[in-house]
C-alpha cells in the first residue's frame, strides 16, 4: 500500500473535507478523490460516506483510523532509522500525558539529549488510550501516563506521583463556594473520579468538563473558577495570575507509571532514559 494514501486519508479524517485536504497537502481536490478512491479498491471497502458539506466516516472507516496514524508513524519512523548518522547507533520514541511534559517530565527532554547523545529521540504528548496502542503495536517505546494497562509483555515501573490540590482564583474561598463559582472538573483519570466523589459527594455537577489540566490551568488565567490542579502547575501559574489553595480541600495523590515492552530491542535504552528522571 502507498503510504500516501494513508496520509491522505488521515488528512480526510481530521478536517473533514476534500478541499481542505487538499489545501494541507498541495495537491487538487481531484487528486485526494482519487486517493480515497484507490484506497478503498485496496481496502474492498467504504471508508466515507459522501454528503454535501458533510463527510463521515463509515463503520470500516472508524476502524482503519484507529490503526492509519500508526502505521503512518512506524512507517516515517523506519525510514528515518535507515538514515541515521553513525554516531547515532540507537532510537527511542517516548510518549507521555501532555500535563505529564509540563510537571513531572519537565527537564527530562533536556537530560536525555545530553546523557543520551547516541539516542535519536522521538517525543510526543497524548492521550492515555492512544498511547498504550502506539505502545503494543510499537509506534512508541515508552509511555508515561497515570493508569498502566495490566497486559501482558509490559513492563511497569511507578516514578512518582502528582499531587493534586483545588486551587482558585480567589482567595480565602470555602469548599462550598470554590465548587459554586465556575468549577471546572478536570478528567485526572478514574482512581482521581472515584477519590473526587468520595470526598465531595453532594456537590452540583460541573458545568465545564475538560481533559487536559493545562486547558483548565489556560481558563483559569482569563476567568473566575476553581479547579483540581497539579502544585507544579500552581508555580507557573502564578506568574502570571494567582491562584489560591482552597482551605480544607483535600489533597488527592496520582501516581504515574512508565510502560514499556519487555524483551523488545529498546528495552536498555528504555530503562536508561526512566533512569534520568
Not at 163 to 190: C, H, K, P
Request: with cysteine; proline share 3%.
Amino acid at each position: 500500500m502507498d503510504i500516501e494514501l494513508l496520509r491522505t486519508f488521515l488528512e480526510v479524517v481530521r478536517t473533514r473535507h476534500f478541499g481542505k485536504a487538499a489545501a494541507e497537502l498541495c495537491v487538487t481536490q481531484s487528486a485526494i478523490s482519487a486517493r480515497i478512491r484507490q484506497l478503498e479498491q485496496t481496502m474492498g471497502m467504504p471508508l466515507f460516506t459522501r454528503q454535501r458539506n458533510n463527510i463521515q466516516l463509515t463503520r470500516e472507516g472508524q476502524q482503519l483510523w484507529k490503526h492509519a496514524e500508526t502505521i503512518v508513524q512506524v512507517w516515517s519512523r523506519a525510514r528515518q532509522e535507515a538514515g541515521l548518522r553513525e554516531e547515532v547507533t540507537r532510537r527511542l520514541a517516548v510518549g507521555s500525558m501532555w500535563d505529564l511534559w509540563e510537571t513531572l517530565l519537565r527537564d527530562w527532554l533536556t537530560v536525555m539529549r545530553r546523557e543520551m547523545d547516541d539516542v535519536a529521540l522521538q517525543v510526543e504528548a497524548g492521550t492515555s488510550d492512544a498511547l498504550i496502542r502506539k505502545l503494543v503495536e510499537g509506534a512508541i517505546d515508552l509511555a508515561v501516563l497515570f493508569e498502566p494497562p495490566q497486559l501482558q509483555g509490559l513492563e511497569l515501573r511507578e516514578l512518582g506521583s502528582i499531587n493534586l490540590v483545588l486551587a482558585s482564583t480567589q482567595r480565602g474561598q470555602t469548599l462550598e463556594q470554590a465548587f459554586d463559582s465556575g468549577y471546572i472538573m478536570v478528567d485526572w483519570g478514574t482512581a482521581f473520579a472515584h477519590a473526587h466523589a468520595r470526598h465531595f459527594p453532594d456537590v452540583p455537577a460541573a458545568i465545564l468538563h475538560v481533559n487536559l489540566g493545562a486547558l483548565a490551568l489556560r481558563h483559569l488565567q482569563h476567568a473566575h473558577g476553581a479547579a483540581y490542579l497539579p502544585e507544579q502547575m500552581l508555580t507557573t501559574a502564578n506568574k502570571r495570575r494567582r491562584l489560591y489553595r482552597v482551605r480544607h480541600a483535600p489533597r488527592i495523590e496520582r501516581p504515574v507509571f512508565a510502560v514499556y515492552r519487555a524483551g523488545s530491542e529498546s528495552e536498555d535504552s528504555a530503562r536508561q532514559a526512566l533512569g534520568l528522571i
